[in-house]
């Protein structure tokens, strides 16, 4: 599967962003999708995952409150709808899919479970 992040920008602390991320090659709906970011001179961490069936949710701590995830299978695209920006937010975003093996209801939160990984979108929250 390939997939594409998009809506990152410049914004300013407390302000909204909106992320995308559309994939194409195979069945997106047999897919746990993530969101991940990595700030400047740091790891990878984890954001948010949500199961195939979109009924089960998991947000860091730094996002849970925040951060909303969803998907549309329909559309083959998975969002991230990030609120309250802070400038600790700013990082590259990265979109993942993990194969959810017939499940409907897991999710990862292990960046080691997802095979497939999008280019990343940059978010700058800024004054």
């Known amino acids: 599967v390939q997939l594409q992040a998009s809506g990152g920008g410049l914004v300013q602390p407390g302000a909204s962003l909106r992320l995308s991320c559309a994939a194409s090659?195979?069945?997106?709906?047999?897919?746990?999708m993530g969101w991940f970011r990595q700030a400047p001179g740091k790891e990878r961490e984890f954001v948010s995952a949500?199961?195939?069936?979109?009924?089960?949710?998991v947000y860091a701590v730094s996002a849970k409150g925040r951060f909303t995830i969803s998907r549309d299978n329909a559309k083959n695209t998975v969002y991230l709808q990030m609120n309250s920006l802070k400038p600790e937010d700013t990082a590259v975003y990265y979109c993942?899919?993990?194969?959810?093996?017939?499940?409907?209801?897991?999710?990862?939160?292990?960046?080691?479970?997802?095979?497939?990984w999008g280019q990343g979108t940059l978010v700058t929250v800024s004054s």
């Open positions: 949500i199961s195939v069936s979109g009924s089960s949710t």
């Open positions: 993942a899919a993990a194969d959810a093996n017939g499940l409907p209801n897991i999710y990862y939160a292990s960046d080691k479970r997802y095979d497939y």
């Open positions: 090659g195979r069945t997106f709906g047999r897919y746990v």
